[in-house]
């Protein structure tokens, strides 16, 4: 079992910036994936971006060049710096761990708003 700490979540104005970060309980076993998923009331959660331990990283579209995701394997932690904020960024963001192999293990945090005010 793994089990992830968020932090950083809260209040920002359009335009501003907020940094999340999550710590596991343990080295997560390679490959993996850590990352960010986000979900608004009555939507399906979404991939905002995760980063492999082998190093590509993917992002939803919606915010390529405005966010940023990075991990540290030492602390295992990964991380998510978010620039440029806009209202439509309101959401619970949750932070996604997956061990990749035969039979691929997923972990989630408990969540951490974000809410961007116009």
């Known amino acids: 079992q793994v089990q992830l700490v968020e932090s950083g979540g809260g209040l920002a104005q359009a335009g501003g910036s907020l940094r999340l970060s999550c710590a596991a309980s343990?080295?997560?076993?390679?490959?993996?994936?850590m990352g960010w998923y986000r979900q608004v009331l009555g939507k399906q959660r979404e991939l905002v971006a995760d980063i492999y331990s082998y190093g590509t990283t993917t992002y939803a579209d919606s915010v390529k060049g405005r966010f940023t995701v990075s991990r540290d394997n030492a602390k295992n932690t990964v991380n998510l710096q978010m620039n440029s904020l806009k209202p439509k960024d309101t959401a619970v963001y949750y932070c996604?761990?997956?061990?990749?192999?035969?039979?691929?293990?997923?972990?989630w945090g408990q969540g951490t708003q974000v809410t961007v005010s116009s």
């Open positions: 343990r080295t997560i076993l390679s490959p993996n994936a």
């Open positions: 996604h761990v997956r061990e990749i192999g035969a039979r691929n293990f997923d972990y």
